[in-house]
């Protein structure tokens, strides 16, 4: 048996365990620089508030239903993460992280697995104060569905076992493309077929399903079957890219603001890097600006440049990186993006040396490890490079953040007791 746990509303909850004035009150949290609607409490859901909606555009209902507004607090949501896998990794023998607010756990060998799924979100929801929905069954891909099921039907307490109901109900009420692992392409292959719930998914012929939609798809198949074909993974796979890359606040329009947010760039795509022990072969670095304020003048460009031996040293990520943008900045435009990717990831263990460049230096790892070490636990920031500079006025706008409450010392949660 296998049980996939999934907080509830998650960012929103973040922001509720901290300030208990938004507990019952609409609340939503906006994607970077303040644009969009990324999450929605229930009660915003309720109000007809949907999803990704533009900020501009629910002013009005912001103040006529007193919804509460909130930026993307990535180092709060980041650390409760931590919080949660910590309780659920004492919880079963073996768990899998899914996302940053889910994770299946392996019940195999446990009785009683539907009491453990209650026992689970209780010990959550009091060690975190983050309420989760736990759905139960003999595949991850139905456990999946047990967990939407338990999110959306109160009556059932936020924990179901699709083996203690009519499973073929439960897969008839599901459409298609809420099924994990099929997409739009395979929603329209489906619906081609008249195949439009899960149900009828599950009862395709295997033949056909693995013609059109490859053994992946009979995977999912045999999911909804109850035969679980797709194992947990213990360590989350290595990125084969990364990409570090934000809108600014305000729109760039300096050669040393551009540097600035570049060398920011550089600086975070290097420590995720080092985070899976990999080594960048190549950079590539891109500018542009606001396509859409045709009233400007448009200007977008990048340069890419290979390394003479693969690194993670951020000094010299740096340096290559603020060669390059000087090569593709052009005065006189407004800039509105910029962003680094390092497209070609090799392991720190199949690192190729070459005859004209010299060795690695081990200090350079130890420095490198000390100031990853200082801002995981002293909050991102703590230690900064100085190419990154201080005031960084294009940094993203967030005018609606709450405090850093777990990860900042003077931005800890105080209490005023009468």
């Known amino acids: 048996m296998y049980a996939l746990v999934d907080c509830n509303n998650f960012y929103v909850s973040c922001e509720r365990v901290f300030d208990p004035s938004l507990k019952g009150r609409p609340v939503i949290v906006l994607s970077n620089n303040d644009g969009n609607a990324v999450a929605l409490s229930n009660e915003a859901k309720a109000l007809g508030i949907p999803f990704g909606a533009p900020y501009f555009s629910l002013a ?9 507004v909130r930026s993307s607090n990535y180092s709060l949501y980041g650390d409760m993460s931590r919080r949660v896998m910590d309780v659920l990794s004492a919880c079963a ?3 899998e992280i899914y996302s940053i607010d ?5 019940l195999g060998g446990i009785s009683g697995v539907t009491g453990l799924g209650r026992a689970i979100r209780e010990q959550v929801l009091a ?4 309420p989760v929905s736990v759905g139960i069954a003999s595949s991850k891909t139905l456990a999946k569905l047990a967990s939407r099921v338990a999110k959306k039907d109160p009556a059932l ?3 179901f076992n699709i083996a203690e109901a009519l499973t073929d109900e439960v897969l008839a009420s599901v459409r298609v493309e809420d099924v994990w692992g099929v997409g739009r392409q395979y929603k329209a292959l489906l619906n081609g077929r008249g195949i439009r719930t899960a149900l009828q998914l599950r009862d395709a012929p295997e033949r056909w399903v693995k013609k059109n939609m ?3 798809g009979l995977r999912t198949v045999m999911e909804l079957r109850g035969i679980p074909c797709i194992p947990l993974e213990d360590t989350p796979q290595p990125k084969k890219a990364i990409v570090s890359s934000r809108s600014f606040g305000r729109p760039v329009e300096t050669l040393c603001e551009m540097q600035e947010a570049v060398a920011s760039y550089v600086t975070r795509a290097a420590e995720k890097l080092r985070a899976q ?3 960048a072969r190549s950079m590539i670095v891109f500018i542009g ?3 859409f304020r045709e009233s400007d003048p448009q200007y977008s460009n990048g340069i890419s440049c290979g390394f003479p031996v693969p690194l993670s040293y951020t000094p010299h990520m740096i340096r290559y990186g603020l060669r390059m943008i000087e090569r593709i900045y052009r005065p006189g435009y407004r800039y509105k993006k910029a962003g680094v990717v390092i497209p070609d990831i090799v392991p720190e263990g199949e690192r190729q040396l070459s005859l004209f460049h010299p060795p690695p230096d081990p200090a350079r790892a130890r420095l490198m490890e000390t100031v990853d070490r200082l801002n995981r636990e002293m909050g991102r920031g703590a230690v900064r490079f100085a190419a990154e500079g201080c005031g960084r006025a294009w940094s993203m706008r967030r005018s609606f953040l709450s405090p850093r409450y777990t990860t900042r010392w003077d931005e800890i949660a105080v209490v005023n007791a009468r």
């Open 60 to 68: 009005r209902a912001i103040g006529k239903y007193r919804i509460a």
């Open 93 to 95: 023998p073996e768990m």
């Open 102 to 106: 889910e994770a299946f756990l392996f």
């Open 127 to 130: 060690w975190t104060g983050i």
């Open 157 to 159: 307490g936020g924990v």
């Open 214 to 216: 490859t053994i992946c």
């Open 277 to 279: 022990r990999g080594l």
């Open 289 to 291: 600006t606001n396509p």
